[in-house]
């Protein structure tokens, strides 16, 4: 484990209970049984675990956050197989998923196909959005960049899938003011960091938080769900927020 893992750990079972059964969205990048895809893969062992724990604490597991306290989002970075080739598991826990995809990364090694993801999208528990064309740090681009990134991933994924894609996840996280208001005005109604703290309480308008659990054991889980990370704002708003 690294410093900044040990660190985060630390702190996030210091902190717990600071606000209580506020509702969260939390990151995961891939489940995986057998064959694992990823490195942020998490073992569907633990995918379960975390399952129980979230209704044995009393929340709702949505596909979108309406209510202030009580509900818990699950969203997936870079559309990675796993979740395609364990979707029985999704079904049988019905647990509603958002995945957010990498257009560029559509049909390469490790990653969903078309087929597959229309397959998933035409399933009642998955919601896509998009984690842009390229996956190149927003917050380093050029203004036409981003506005590429962000307005054709978007048209890739409405036309692939016949849905509206309303939301855009930030890769590695990385933002600044400048990309929060291209995005907002490609048609963006939510943006979604890695900034961790209750889902409602907006970073800046429509940038919503989440927080990072893919390698969390059981008792870091339970922090994080008790808002044990939210004092990381500060530390992630640092690493991931360009002013
Ligand atoms: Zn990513």
Same mark, same amino acid.
């Given at each position: 484990?690294?410093?900044?893992?040990?660190?985060?750990?630390?702190?996030? #079972?210091?902190?717990?209970?600071?606000?209580? /059964?506020?509702?969260?969205?939390?990151?995961?990048?891939?489940?995986?049984?057998?064959?694992?895809?990823?490195?942020?893969?998490?073992?569907?062992?633990?995918?379960?675990?975390?399952?129980?724990?979230?209704?044995? /604490?009393?929340? #709702?597991?949505?596909?979108?956050?309406?209510?202030?306290?009580?509900?818990?989002?699950?969203?997936?970075?870079?559309?990675?197989?796993?979740?395609?080739?364990?979707?029985?598991?999704?079904?049988?826990?019905? @647990?509603?998923?958002?995945?957010?995809?990498?257009?560029?990364?559509?049909?390469?090694?490790?990653?969903?196909? &078309?087929?597959?993801?229309?397959?998933?999208?035409?399933?009642?528990?998955?919601?896509?959005?998009?984690?842009?064309?390229?996956?190149? +740090?927003?917050?380093?681009?050029? &203004?036409?960049?981003?506005?590429?990134?962000?307005?054709?991933?978007?048209?890739?994924?409405?036309?692939?899938?016949?849905?509206?894609?309303?939301?855009?996840?930030?890769?590695?996280?990385?933002?600044?003011?400048?990309?929060?208001?291209?995005?907002?005005?490609?048609?963006?109604?939510?943006?979604?960091?890695?900034?961790?703290?209750?889902?409602?309480?907006?970073?800046?308008?429509? @940038?919503?938080? +989440?927080?990072? @659990?893919?390698?969390?054991? &059981?008792?870091?889980?339970?922090?994080?769900?008790?808002?044990?990370?939210?004092?990381?704002?500060?530390?992630? /708003?640092?690493?991931?927020?360009?002013?």
């Amino acid at each position: 484990m690294n410093l900044g893992a040990l660190f985060r750990r630390i702190i996030i #079972n210091a902190n717990q209970s600071s606000s209580y /059964m506020k509702s969260r969205s939390l990151v995961y990048h891939d489940i995986h049984s057998n064959i694992c895809y990823t490195n942020m893969s998490t073992s569907l062992d633990l995918f379960i675990n975390h399952i129980r724990i979230i209704r044995e /604490m009393g929340f #709702n597991i949505v596909s979108e956050i309406t209510k202030e306290e009580g509900q818990i989002q699950l969203t997936f970075d870079d559309g990675f197989l796993g979740i395609y080739d364990n979707i029985s598991v999704i079904n049988e826990l019905d @647990v509603s998923v958002k995945l957010f995809i990498v257009t560029s990364f559509i049909g390469k090694a490790s990653h969903l196909d &078309k087929k597959q993801l229309v397959e998933l999208s035409n399933n009642p528990l998955i919601t896509i959005g998009s984690h842009t064309d390229s996956h190149r +740090r927003l917050s380093s681009l050029h &203004k036409d960049e981003v506005l590429n990134e962000l307005i054709y991933s978007k048209e890739i994924l409405e036309s692939l899938l016949d849905i509206t894609i309303n939301d855009l996840c930030y890769p590695e996280g990385k933002f600044d003011k400048r990309v929060i208001n291209i995005a907002r005005d490609a048609g963006y109604v939510n943006q979604y960091s890695l900034i961790p703290g209750a889902f409602l309480i907006e970073l800046f308008k429509n @940038v919503r938080r +989440r927080s990072l @659990v893919q390698s969390s054991n &059981k008792k870091d889980f339970r922090s994080i769900l008790n808002g044990g990370d939210d004092i990381l704002e500060r530390w992630y /708003m640092k690493k991931h927020f360009k002013s």
